[in-house]
C-alpha cells in the first residue's frame, strides 16, 4: 500500500522545507489540505465563528427581529421610568408627574392633551378618565404589570416544560407514560375555568401570583416539543459517546442534550409569552386577574368598555400597548427561530442579482461566440 | 421488452451533450464562489462518462445546474447543449418538459428521493403521465413493463408496494424504473450504489451495463468510488475544486494518470488483493483475551406491537491485547450491534460478554462505569458523534474529567497531547465541530477515544463517511496509533479492503451469525464460506481490465 508515500507527498506540498519536524505534521496533512479539500462553499459563511456567534450574527441581521428588539426595549424603559417601581416592598419614584393612584381633577371632560401640530404633549396627554385619573400614568402602569406577568410565565412555563418534556424524552418509559398523561390533563382542563375559581379565591394576590399562575398551565406545549427534540438527540452518536466517557443522566441531559434544542425552547417561550398577555388581558377583563386600585391593560379596556363610543382614547392606549407587546415578541420569537435554524438561508442581495445577470451574459456570450 | 430510442441523435458521432465552458458560482456571504469552472465535455449515445471526485469538488451540483437545478444563490454560465438545443438560460416551463422526459436522474438515497405516501407504481406512472399522454391503466402497464426491464422479482405485486416495503437494492430498480420511464436521452446517476451494499451494488452495477446496451441513453455517472468507475464507465473526468483536472478513457485514466491528483486519488484507493501476501504478524503471547465474546445473543426489546427482534446470536469472539480484528459483513449484519455491546451500550441477552476480565451481561452500572475506562469507541458519523456545541478540546477532554484522571492544567496539557497524537494542531481545541471536515472530525473522535489510554478501541465504520484520499490518511494514522500504543482494536467495516489492510484477523459475519473467522488471508484469499466468497467477488476493482474479467468470472459462476 501507497499511504505513507501520499502523506509524505502531501508534507511536500503543505510546507516549505526547512521547519522543524513538528510543524511540518501539523501543517501538512490536515491543518490546511484537508480542509480545502472538504471544505464546501457554504461554509464559508460561517468559518472560524462559534455557534453562539453565528446565532448573533443572524440575529441582529434580521432586520424585523432587531427592529421589535428596539421597540419592546423602548416600550419597557418608558413603562419602568415614568411610573417608577413598586413592587415587592421596593418604591422607586418615577418621571411622570402623575402616579396610577392620584385622582387629580377632571379638565375639559377628560380630553387628551397631546397634539402633533403643533406638537404640545399638555398635562394629560392621552387624556383622564371620568374619575380624573391620568390615562398615561395608567397605561404605564398596567404596561408594567401585564409585562411582569408576561414574564414570569414565560420563565415559570419554559422552567417546567423544559424539565418535564427532557426528563419524559431522556428516560422514556414509565417515566414518560407517567409525565405526558401528567401533560395530557393539564392539556384539557378548561383554563377559564380554572382562572376564575383561582381568581376568585385568591383575589388580588398581585400579578406575581399571576403570572405564575399562568406559567404554571402554559407549559403543556413546550414540554411537548422538549421531548421530541430530546427522542430523537438521545439517539445521537455524541449521548452515546458521552455515556461511554462515564457522564451521568443528569449531565447528559443538562450539558449534552438542552444546549441543542435551544432554538425550540427559545422560539415556544417568546410564543407562549406573546399568548400571555392576551391571556392576562382576557383574565383581567373578566376580573380575576388584576384587581382596582392597582391595573393592567386588560383592566383598564375592561373598565372602559361601556365608554367606547363616549371617551375613545380610554381604549384606544391601552390596546395599542397589548398589540405593540404581542406583536415585537412575536417578532423577536420569529427572529430566533430563523438565527438557530441553521438550514435557513439567505437569498441573493440586490447587487448580487444585478452581477449574477451581468456574468451570465457575459460567459453565455463568450460560448455562443466560441462555439459559432 | 426495449422500445426503441426515438431519439433524432443516435448515431454515434454527434453527442448527446455537449457542455461547454460550464461556470457556476455560489453568492456566500458577499461573495460570488466558483463551484464549477469552465466546465467542458460530451457524451455520446449509449457511452458512459465517470465525473469522479471528491466531496465539494462540484460535481454534483454542476450536472443538476444542467436541469437547472440550481439553489436559490447560484448562477449558472455558459452553454450546455441537449441534442443540440440549448439549456441554460431557457425558462422554467421548457426545463420543467425536459426534466424527467430527455433528462433523468437516479438519486443516491432511494429511501429518501421516492415518496413514501405513495406506491412505486404510481410514482412511476405519474413521470409517464406528465410527459406522454397516458390514461392510468396504461401508465400501470407501463411501470409493470418498466420493472420487468429493471429485473425487479414479482413486477405485477411490487407495483401497488409502498417504498418501505421494498429493500434497498430494490428501491433503486424501482428508482431506475422511474428515471428510463420516458427513455430518456441523458441519464445522471449521482452515486446510484453509495448507499447499498457490496453485492446489492454489483447487481446494480450489472442492470446499469445492461441497460445502457438497451436504451441507448447517455450516462454520466457521478461517484467517488473508482470501482464503481472501472466497472461501468467508458470515459472519465476526474475533478478537483470545481475544474476538471484530467480527461481520458477510462483505461487511459487507471493506466496512465497523468495529472498528479489522479495518481494520488487511484494510491489512496484500497485495493483487495486476490493474490498472496506478506502476512501481518502479530507475535500473540498468552495473555488473556481483553474481549472475549462467548454465544453471545443480542436482542432489540419489544416495542409496542414490534415483537423483539434478535439482532446476534451464539456469536463467539476473541480479540487479544495489541491484535486488530476486522468485522465485516453487510448491512443489517449485525456487526454495529456486536461492537455497541462490546462497549456497554447494549444489554446481552444470552451468552458472556466478557472485557477485562468483566463480564458485561451481568455488570452493575457504577461497574460498568469503570470498565469503560478502558474501552473507547470511534463512531460511524463524524457529523454526530461530537457535541455541536462544545469545543473540540472540551469533547477530548471530557472522559478525562469524567473520570477525574486530571483537571485543569494537566486537562488542557493531555488535550494537547492528544490532538498532537492525531495531529492535528492544538490551536483546534477552541474550535467547533462544524468548523471541521469530516476526516478532521473523525480525528478528533479517535482522540477523545484514546484520552483514557484503553486496552480496547471498537471502530464502528470510522471511515464510510469519509473521501478515499482522507480515508487513507485516516487508516495510516490509525494504523501508526495502534502500533505505538498497542491496543486492541475491534474494527468494524464493510470494506473488504480496509479490513485487508489493517487486521490481523477478520470475522464475517451475515443475519446476525458469525460465518468465517481467520487471517485475512484465510478469509479473503482462500475464503472457505459460500457467503464469503461471494462478497469478495462483488467488490469491484478499481482496474477496468481486471475488473472486466472478474464480471466474466462472476457471470459463469
Known amino acids: 500500500m501507497t499511504f505513507g508515500q501520499l502523506n509524505a507527498g502531501s508534507s511536500d506540498v503543505g510546507t516549505p522545507g526547512g521547519e522543524d519536524p513538528r510543524n511540518l505534521a501539523l501543517q501538512s496533512a490536515d491543518g490546511l489540505l484537508e480542509q480545502n479539500d472538504e471544505a464546501s462553499i457554504e461554509m464559508h459563511e460561517v468559518e472560524g465563528l462559534s455557534l453562539g456567534r453565528i446565532v448573533t450574527r443572524r440575529f441582529f441581521r434580521h432586520r424585523a427581529a432587531m427592529i421589535c428588539l428596539i421597540i419592546l426595549a423602548i416600550v419597557v424603559v418608558l413603562a419602568f421610568t415614568s411610573q417608577g417601581i413598586d413592587a415587592f416592598g421596593v418604591q422607586i419614584?418615577?418621571?411622570?408627574?402623575?402616579?396610577?393612584?392620584?385622582?387629580?381633577?377632571?379638565?375639559?371632560?377628560?380630553?387628551p392633551t397631546l397634539s402633533l401640530v403643533p406638537f404640545n404633549i399638555g398635562i394629560h396627554p392621552l387624556g383622564q378618565d371620568t374619575v380624573g385619573h391620568d390615562m398615561f400614568a395608567q397605561v404605564m402602569r398596567g404596561t408594567q404589570q401585564s409585562l411582569m406577568i408576561v414574564f414570569l410565565a414565560g420563565i415559570v412555563s419554559t422552567f417546567i416544560g423544559v424539565t418535564l418534556g427532557s426528563i419524559a424524552g431522556y428516560f422514556g418509559g414509565w417515566i414518560d407514560a407517567v409525565l405526558m398523561r401528567l401533560t395530557d390533563i393539564t392539556i384539557i382542563v378548561p383554563f377559564y375555568l380554572i382562572a376564575a375559581i383561582v381568581g376568585q379565591t385568591v383575589g388580588g394576590a398581585g400579578p406575581a401570583f399571576?403570572?405564575?399562575?399562568?406559567?404554571?398551565?402554559?407549559?403543556t406545549t413546550l414540554a411537548r416539543l422538549v421531548r421530541g427534540e430530546v427522542l430523537a438527540l438521545r439517539e445521537r452518536e455524541f449521548v452515546e459517546a458521552a455515556k461511554v466517557a462515564g457522564a451521568s443522566d443528569a449531565r447528559i441531559i443538562f450539558r449534552h442534550i438542552l444546549p441543542n434544542t435551544v432554538g425550540v425552547i427559545i422560539v415556544s417561550a417568546t410564543l407562549t409569552m406573546s399568548a400571555t398577555i392576551l391571556t392576562e388581558a382576557a383574565i383581567s377583563f373578566l376580573g380575576f386577574g388584576v384587581r382596582s386600585p392597582d391595573t393592567?391593560?386588560?383592566?383598564?379596556i375592561s373598565q372602559y368598555q361601556a365608554a367606547f363610543s363616549t371617551r375613545p382614547w380610554l381604549f384606544w392606549w391601552p390596546g395599542l400597548f397589548i398589540v405593540v407587546i404581542a406583536l415585537t415578541i412575536n417578532f423577536i420569537g420569529d427572529g430566533l427561530r430563523d438565527a438557530f435554524d441553521p438550514r435557513q438561508r439567505r437569498g441573493l442581495t440586490r447587487r448580487a442579482r444585478r452581477e449574477r445577470a451581468m456574468e451570465v451574459e457575459r460567459a453565455t456570450a463568450a460560448a455562443a461566440g466560441s462555439a459559432s | 421488452m426495449s422500445t426503441p430510442n426515438p431519439a433524432p441523435t443516435a448515431d454515434a458521432a454527434t453527442p448527446i451533450l455537449q457542455v461547454e465552458r460550464l461556470d457556476l458560482d455560489f453568492w456566500v456571504d458577499g461573495v460570488w464562489y466558483p463551484a464549477a469552472k469552465g466546465l467542458s465535455y460530451d457524451v455520446k449515445a449509449g457511452e458512459v462518462l465517470a465525473i469522479v471526485g471528491e466531496s465539494g469538488s462540484g460535481k454534483s451540483s454542476s450536472s443538476m445546474a444542467l436541469l437547472g437545478l440550481t439553489p436559490q444563490n447560484g448562477r449558472v454560465a455558459g452553454s450546455a447543449k441537449l441534442g443540440g438545443k440549448e439549456l441554460i438560460g431557457i425558462p422554467d416551463g421548457r426545463l420543467r418538459s425536459i426534466r424527467g422526459k430527455d433528462v433523468a436522474v437516479i438519486f443516491q438515497e432511494p429511501m429518501t428521493a421516492l415518496n413514501p405516501v405513495y406506491t412505486i407504481g404510481f410514482q412511476i406512472g405519474e413521470s409517464l403521465r406528465t410527459h406522454l399522454d397516458m390514461t392510468p391503466v396504461e401508465a400501470e402497464a407501463r411501470a409493470i413493463e418498466l420493472l420487468t426491464m429493471v429485473e425487479m422479482p414479482t413486477p405485477e405485486t411490487t407495483v401497488k408496494k409502498y417504498p418501505h416495503q421494498l429493500s434497498g437494492g430494490q428501491r433503486q430498480r424501482a428508482m431506475i424504473a422511474m428515471a428510463i420511464s420516458c427513455d430518456p436521452l441523458l441519464l445522471i446517476a449521482d452515486e446510484p450504489t453509495t448507499a447499498l451494499d457490496v453485492t446489492v451494488q454489483a447487481e446494480i452495477l450489472d442492470l446499469m451495463r445492461n441497460l445502457r446496451s438497451r436504451l441507448n441513453s447517455a450516462i454520466i455517472l457521478i461517484t467517488h468510488d473508482m470501482g464503481v468507475v472501472a466497472d461501468l464507465a467508458d470515459k472519465v473526468?476526474?475533478?478537483?475544486?470545481?475544474?476538471?483536472?484530467?480527461?481520458?478513457?477510462?483505461?487511459?485514466?487507471?493506466?496512465?494518470?497523468?495529472?498528479?491528483?489522479?495518481?494520488q486519488l487511484l494510491a489512496a484507493v484500497p485495493r483487495l488483493q486476490l493474490s498472496d501476501r506478506e502476512a501481518v504478524t502479530l507475535s500473540r503471547g498468552s495473555d488473556a483475551p481483553v474481549l472475549q465474546l462467548t454465544d453471545v445473543a443480542i436482542e432489540y426489546p419489544k416495542h409496542g406491537r414490534v415483537p423483539a427482534f434478535r439482532a446476534v446470536e451464539g456469536f463467539t469472539l476473541d480479540i487479544h491485547p495489541g491484535e486488530v480484528?476486522?468485522?465485516?459483513?453487510?448491512?443489517?449484519?449485525?456487526?454495529?450491534?456486536v461492537g455497541r455491546a462490546s462497549v456497554?451500550?447494549?444489554?446481552?441477552?444470552?451468552?458472556?460478554?466478557?472485557?477485562?476480565?468483566?463480564?458485561l451481561a451481568t455488570v452493575s452500572r457504577s461497574k460498568l462505569r469503570e470498565v469503560r475506562r478502558s474501552i473507547g469507541i470511534v463512531f460511524q458519523d463524524p457529523g454526530s458523534s461530537l457535541n455541536p456545541r462544545f469545543p473540540i478540546g472540551q469533547s477530548i477532554g471530557e472522559p478525562l474529567l469524567l473520570s477525574k484522571t486530571a483537571e485543569g492544567s494537566q486537562l488542557a496539557h493531555r488535550v494537547e497531547e492528544l490532538l498532537d497524537?492525531?495531529?492535528?494542531?492544538?490551536?483546534?481545541?477552541?474550535?467547533?465541530?462544524?468548523?471541521?471536515?469530516?476526516?478532521?472530525?473523525?480525528?478528533?473522535?479517535?482522540?477523545?477515544?484514546?484520552?483514557l489510554k484503553p486496552s480496547l478501541l471498537v471502530a464502528d465504520e470510522p471511515t464510510s463517511a469519509l473521501d478515499v484520499s482522507v480515508q487513507a490518511r485516516f487508516l495510516d494514522l490509525l494504523q501508526g496509533l495502534q502500533r505505538e500504543l498497542q491496543f486492541a482494536c475491534l474494527f468494524i467495516s464493510h470494506d473488504l479492503a480496509v479490513v485487508d489492510m489493517l487486521a490481523h484477523r477478520i470475522a464475517v459475519m451475515n443475519k446476525g451469525h458469525l460465518v468465517e473467522v481467520g487471517t485475512p488471508d484465510q478469509i479473503l484469499r482462500h475464503p472457505k464460506d459460500p457467503y464469503t466468497q461471494r462478497l469478495i467477488a462483488a467488490v469491484p476493482v478499481p482496474d477496468p481490465t481486471e475488473q472486466r474479467e472478474r464480471r466474466e468470472s462472476r457471470r459463469v459462476a
Open chain 1, 93 to 111: 419614584h418615577g418621571w411622570w408627574m402623575w402616579t396610577y393612584a392620584q385622582v387629580p381633577d377632571v379638565i375639559n371632560g377628560g380630553e
Open chain 2, 237 to 263: 473526468i476526474v475533478m478537483k475544486d470545481g475544474a476538471i483536472v484530467e480527461n481520458g478513457t477510462v483505461d487511459q485514466i487507471f493506466a496512465r494518470p497523468t495529472h498528479p491528483y489522479t495518481q
Open chain 2, 344 to 359: 456497554g451500550l447494549l444489554p446481552v441477552k444470552e451468552g458472556s460478554l466478557v472485557v477485562q476480565g468483566v463480564d
Open chain 1, 210 to 219: 399571576l403570572g405564575i399562575f399562568l406559567g404554571a398551565l402554559l407549559w
Open chain 1, 296 to 300: 393592567s391593560l386588560g383592566l383598564i
Open chain 2, 325 to 337: 480484528v476486522g468485522l465485516v459483513g453487510e448491512s443489517g449484519s449485525g456487526k454495529t450491534t
Open chain 2, 421 to 451: 497524537q492525531v495531529e492535528l494542531p492544538r490551536s483546534f481545541r477552541n474550535r467547533y465541530p462544524h468548523e471541521l471536515s469530516g476526516g478532521q472530525r473523525q480525528r478528533v473522535g479517535i482522540a477523545r477515544a484514546l484520552a
